[in-house]
């Protein structure tokens, strides 16, 4: 990442960038259901479609990870480069969005960054929207240009159930779920039909809607102070939520906060709560 730019940027620093004609920016529209209903979008932004083609179709568990090589085609067909500056957002505010940038990083890609307060912030400002793309518009001497982007798999991004099932024993590990306390506590329905409700036995629970005010993130010291106490005394963090999503919340969350030991359960609650699952722990 850049020196002058973070994990999360604001909406003024995007708009000057755009502006200036940065030629190594690439924004991509990470929305997902049931906040997709949008046609307009930043200027020039193009879609990363994490309830498509950013996710395998041939499982049943939603949102899981797709390989290192179709992960990298899908890229570069949307025009991104090895090089570029890539700033994601979503249309809920931040939700999805930390979900693309956790992708990238887990394809060792780490100029990447979330757009705070998402395309609600943006539009809050009074800046300019415009149809949605989706691949690179290219030119007339270069049409349709692909990028030339190369994944480069980090295998330590993303764990599976087996292993989230030994972290759960180790006391230097910190399973966090960005689920609702109720789902977590098992006093809510789950959304997805036919899943158990409670929680992974000693996770923890760290909701997603904590770590926000308005779409946007907490301030820095709050974001430190919540993921601190919800980690306690843990070096290493797992994060999971539904189905791998809001998971990646907690990881923005916690990489901002100074945490560099983090992995997201891909599966999440969708795969965990399954009738033929893990034991679960609930307060019912």
Known sequence: ?????????????????????????????????PYR?????IPGARVFDIDGEFSRADVPIPHTMIPAAQFQAQVRRLGVD????????????????????????AMGHDRVAVLDGGLPGWRSHGYPVEALGAPASGTDDEPDRQGDFVAHPDPGAFVDREQVLALLADPGVAVLDARSRERFEGTAPEPRPGLRGGHMPGSRSLPLTDLLVDGHLRAPGELAALVGE??????????TCGSGVTACGIALAAHLSGVSDLTVYDGSWSEWGRPDGPPVASCA
């Open 1 to 33: 990442m850049d020196a002058d730019v973070d994990a999360l940027v604001s909406a003024p620093w995007l708009h000057e960038q755009l502006e200036a004609g940065r030629p190594d920016l690439v924004v991509l529209d990470a929305s997902i259901d």
């Open 37 to 41: 209903g949008h046609t307009d979008g």
């Open 82 to 105: 090895a090089g570029a500056l890539v700033v994601v957002y979503d249309a809920a505010g931040i939700y999805s969005s930390p979900r693309a940038w956790w992708m990238f990083r």
């Open 230 to 239: 919800a980690r306690a005394d843990a070096q290493r963090i797992v994060t």
